[in-house]
């Protein structure tokens, strides 16, 4: 069916071949609708252009061989037998090892480099004594395959997506026959399986990576997770996504010659926004309680500054996000969370028109968890974010952070609480009564604590950094 549609259709749908010059009309009008259409042109991180109509993208894998000092192994997710498949470190000290690092990989679900430059980081780290960094970490990188391109590379109980992207979303696998499982789902697992006492006994921080396509996944993720388990702290890092999942059907842009949500009427479909979401393993829960979840936990969003080519998704849906960069879309998420919340941040020369957002403050007491790290100097690239001095304070760094690049005229102010956040109430479903305990265990109020702490940290690090940069 992917391949019957005209070669036609896709230089029209796929902005990279109409050019760049395509009116907007165009870019807009052809947002896919069915199924066969979603598979084979679903959003610009599988790119037409350079592959022709089938997407052949990520597909040389070849047979897996798992990096130097990793293995290649899988963990059960759920109950039901479903497993995920993982890179993880040859020979960990599970007794004494007290952090994790689970990085997902790029759109091209290689899983085995992503593991490797999450390890060379760490080794690295541990190398220059960086502050805080166990040199007993385990890293494990998840492999999210593709039943399409990967076909004879996973196992008969791993999981496997049809589409190649669909686990960027967090949508559910169809490998094995009949799983309603999700790669969230996947994650969940894999944070369980080091909050396992009696496994991990040492183990207290796990971080969650994710750049990029991974970045996708991670900032979704950040929001839908379910509450983790309360012996370990999870650290959630995404960079650089496409795009964003919007709690809300504001959106940064205004400019019409941009994109417009009249001629984009899917703009806040899942993976977009929340229509449609369909949940975890765990249930579905309102927008506003993943809000909650997001804001009262340690996530970290790191931005390239460097990252502004018209790459990644250039469908209207993310276009919406802040135009063709994804600096922008970051820059402007950034500012609509802490509209939203009513935050103390300055906002100063931040993208985003957002004229009449609602005030969601009783749930964040005017204080979120959620950090912003913005580096100058790096590009659309794990390494380079993840090996620079504010990437590596993001991954290994107990309290403050170094914010990085700001926007001229911003200042550093302190946080300023509203008053207590309330839960995200919801009476009429039994989701309410989660997000109670999430919000109570997860900590808006540690986010509180941090959060001044932010600017005394780059201020110190100022001149550490310009040295680093030279
Ligand atoms: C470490 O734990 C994992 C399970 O998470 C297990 O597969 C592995 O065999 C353990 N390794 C050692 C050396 O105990
Ligand atoms: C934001 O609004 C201003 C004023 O209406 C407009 O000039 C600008 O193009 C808008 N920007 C975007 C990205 O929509
Ligand atoms: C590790 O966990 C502690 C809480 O136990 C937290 O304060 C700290 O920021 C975490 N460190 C990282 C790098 O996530
Ligand atoms: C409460 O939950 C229901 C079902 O999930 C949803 O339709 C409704 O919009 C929610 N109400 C609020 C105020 O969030
Ligand atoms: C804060 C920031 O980076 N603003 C920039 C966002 O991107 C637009 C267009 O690329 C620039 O004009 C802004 O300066």
Request: negative net charge; aromatic residues 8%.
């Amino acid at each position: 069916m992917r391949l019957a549609l005209p070669l036609a259709l896709f230089a029209l749908a796929v902005p990279a071949l109409a050019g760049p010059s395509a009116p907007p009309a165009v870019r807009q009008m052809l947002v896919p609708r069915s199924r066969s259409q979603r598979l084979a042109v679903r959003d610009a991180s599988t790119d037409m252009s350079k592959l022709g109509p089938e997407n052949t993208e990520g597909e040389a894998h070849g047979e897996i061989r798992a990096p130097s000092g990793s293995r290649f192994t899988s963990v059960p997710v759920g109950s039901g037998g479903e497993e995920i498949a993982a890179y993880w470190t040859r020979n960990p000290a599970n007794d004494t090892a007290t952090q994790a690092y689970i990085m997902i990989h790029g759109k091209l679900r290689d899983g085995d480099g992503y593991w490797s430059t999450m390890n060379s980081i760490l080794a690295s780290a541990v190398k220059d004594d960086y502050p805080g960094v166990d040199e007993n970490a385990i890293v494990i990188a998840p492999q999210f395959f593709s039943t399409l391109l990967n076909q004879g590379q996973y196992g008969e109980s791993e999981l496997a997506w049809d589409d190649t992207n669909a686990w960027q979303a967090g949508d559910p696998a169809n490998h094995p026959a009949g799983t309603t499982l999700t790669s969230i789902d996947a994650l969940d697992a894999l944070i369980d399986v080091f909050a396992d006492a009696s496994r991990y006994p040492a183990m207290r921080n796990v971080t969650v990576v994710g750049h990029g396509g991974g970045g996708q996944l991670g900032q979704r993720y950040a929001s839908v997770a379910k509450p983790p388990p309360s012996n370990v702290h999870v650290r959630y890092i995404h960079g650089d996504p496409s795009s964003c999942a919007y709690f809300t059907e504001d959106r940064p842009v205004t400019d019409i010659s941009i994109a417009s949500k009249v001629t984009c009427p899917t703009y806040n479909d899942w993976r977009y926004g929340f229509k449609g979401f369909a949940g975890t393993s765990v249930g579905l829960k309102t927008p506003r309680e993943y809000f909650q979840q997001y804001i009262s936990r340690d996530v970290v969003s790191v931005v390239g500054y460097q990252d502004t080519d018209a790459g990644g998704d250039q469908y209207c849906m993310a276009l919406l996000q802040g135009g063709e960069a994804r600096r922008d879309r970051n820059l402007s998420w950034w500012k609509y969370i802490n509209m939203l919340a009513k935050t103390n941040e300055d906002l100063t020369g931040f993208p985003g028109n957002f004229s009449a957002l609602p005030d969601w403050s009783d749930l964040s007491g005017g204080i979120i968890g959620t950090r912003l790290v913005v580096i100058e100097d790096a590009d659309h690239d794990a390494e380079e974010v993840f090996s620079s001095a504010e990437g590596r304070a993001a991954l290994f760094d107990t309290g403050s952070l170094p914010v990085g690049w700001r926007p001229s005229g911003w200042r550093q102010r302190p946080a300023r609480k509203l008053k207590s956040p309330a839960t995200a109430t919801n009476s009429s479903s039994a989701a309410g009564a989660r997000s109670t305990t999430a919000g109570a265990s997860g900590g808006a109020s540690s986010g509180a604590a941090k959060l001044p702490a932010v600017g005394v940290a780059s201020l110190l690090a100022l001149p550490f950094l310009g040295m680093l940069l030279l």
